[in-house]
């Protein structure tokens, strides 16, 4: 199991990655991984103009990431009155995130899910009881 630490750091990684960097140094600078990113937004509005996207999160702490994840590209997330809570609208084009915004959200989404699953698990077996399989399935009984 990582610690916080170490969650932080794969976060980091996956965010380098996704920007592009090529050397260490470009690795370390996030500055300069968010500007190659806005650029690529801005040449982008040209040949692909921005149209509205609507993504349903599963849970809060997906979207918490997504809108971070938005807000950090300089985008502006919202929803509509009486959307979900879970739901997240944004103006964005297709192909930014088709290549970029939601392959690293997936990637970052799902080692965020599997740390939070295993600190959930962990706690509830400290602290509240130590089996924590899933639950027995049975077949429903059917009336003759």
Do not use: C
């Amino acid at each position: 199991m990582m610690n916080e630490d170490e969650l932080i750091q794969k976060l980091g990684r996956i965010e380098a990655l996704f920007a592009g960097a090529k050397t260490e140094g470009e690795k370390n600078a996030s500055v300069h991984a968010l500007e190659r990113i806005q650029k690529k937004l801005s040449d982008l509005q040209v040949d692909d103009p921005a149209v509205e996207y609507k993504f349903s999160m599963t849970n809060h702490w997906s979207k918490k990431l997504f809108i971070a994840l938005l807000r950090r590209y300089g985008l502006k997330p919202y929803r509509y009155r009486r959307q979900r809570h879970t739901t997240v609208m944004v103006k964005i084009s297709k192909s930014f995130v088709d290549e970029t915004l939601w392959p690293e959200f997936t990637e970052l989404d799902k080692t965020l899910n599997s740390y939070l699953e295993s600190i959930t698990s962990r706690i509830i077996s400290e602290s509240i009881f130590t089996d924590s399989e899933e639950m027995v399935l049975k077949e429903p009984k059917y009336l003759n």
